[in-house]
C-alpha cells in the first residue's frame, strides 16, 4: 500500500496537534482527503473537533456525505457553520445571485462572505487548525509544508497530508471502506460550491473544475493563504 509507508507520520502529526495545541479543530470540506482525516481522527479517538462550512450553494451530494459522516463518526460530530444572513443578502443584492461569474474580485468577495467569515468564526479561540490539504493539488500550494503559522488567524495551521497523493487519498478510502462524496465517481475530483465546480476531462488538472473561467494562478477562495513555515522546537 503506498500510502502505508506515509499513515504512521501523518497519525503522529494528528496525535501531537490533538496533545499541544487544544483546543484544535479540523476543517472538514467533505473532499476525499478530509475524508481521510475524519476517519484517522475517529479511529485513533483524538480530542479534535471537526467542523464544515455550509455556504448555502453545495451541491446535493456533499449535503448526503455530511449526513453519511455523522451516522459513521458519532464520536465526532460536525458542527457546521452558516454564512451571516445579511452579509449573504448585501451581497446578492448588489451583485446578483451568481455576481461570483462576472470577476475575480466578485468571487473572492462572495467566497469572503460564504467561506471567509465563518470560518474566522469557527476558529476563534483555538490553538490550531488542521487542513487536508496536499502539495499536489495546485500551483498555490506547492510550497505549503506539514505546518506553518497563520498569522492572519493568529493560529497554527497544519496539513497532515501534505505529502500524499492523490492515489495515496482513494487507495486509503478504499481500503478502509470510509464513505466519500459522490461526485468523485462523476469527474470532481475538487468540489465546492455547486455552481462554481464542474467535472474535469481527462488530462486535465484535478482543480480545473473548480473556478474554470479564472486564471489557475488567481483559483483559491481565501481560506489557504500563504502562512509563515513552521518552527519546530530547535530549529
Not at 451541491?59 to 460530530?77: M, N
Not at 462524496?181 to 476531462?201: K, V
Amino acid at each position: 500500500m503506498a500510502y502505508a509507508d506515509k499513515l504512521p507520520a501523518t497519525e503522529q502529526l494528528l496525535e501531537r496537534i490533538a496533545r499541544d495545541y487544544r483546543p484544535a479543530v479540523f476543517a472538514n470540506s467533505l473532499g476525499a482527503e478530509d475524508m481521510v482525516l475524519t476517519d484517522l481522527i475517529a479511529k485513533l479517538g483524538l480530542d479534535i473537533e471537526i467542523f464544515s462550512l455550509d455556504t448555502g450553494r453545495l451541491p446535493a451530494e456533499t449535503y448526503t456525505l455530511l449526513q453519511q459522516v455523522g451516522e459513521r463518526y458519532p464520536s465526532h460530530p460536525v458542527s457546521v457553520y452558516f454564512p451571516q444572513t445579511d452579509a449573504t443578502e448585501q451581497y446578492v443584492r448588489a451583485h446578483g445571485i451568481n455576481g461570483f461569474y462576472q470577476s475575480v474580485e466578485q468571487r473572492k468577495g462572495c467566497c469572503a462572505v460564504r467561506k471567509i467569515e465563518p470560518l474566522k468564526r469557527a476558529l476563534a479561540g483555538r490553538q490550531a487548525w488542521i487542513t487536508g490539504l496536499r502539495r499536489e493539488q495546485s500551483p498555490t500550494r506547492q510550497d505549503l509544508g506539514d505546518g506553518e503559522f497563520d498569522a492572519d488567524n493568529g493560529l497554527w495551521k497544519f496539513n497532515p497530508l501534505i505529502e500524499w497523493t492523490e492515489a495515496d487519498v482513494w487507495e486509503y478510502l478504499r481500503a478502509h471502506d470510509v464513505p466519500y462524496n459522490a461526485l468523485h465517481d462523476q469527474h470532481y475530483p475538487s468540489i465546492g460550491c455547486a455552481p462554481c465546480t464542474r467535472a474535469i476531462s481527462v488530462g486535465e488538472d484535478v482543480r480545473a473544475g473548480r473556478w474554470w473561467w479564472e486564471n489557475p494562478d488567481s483559483k483559491e477562495c481565501g481560506l489557504h493563504i500563504k502562512a509563515s513555515p513552521l518552527r519546530r522546537p530547535g530549529s
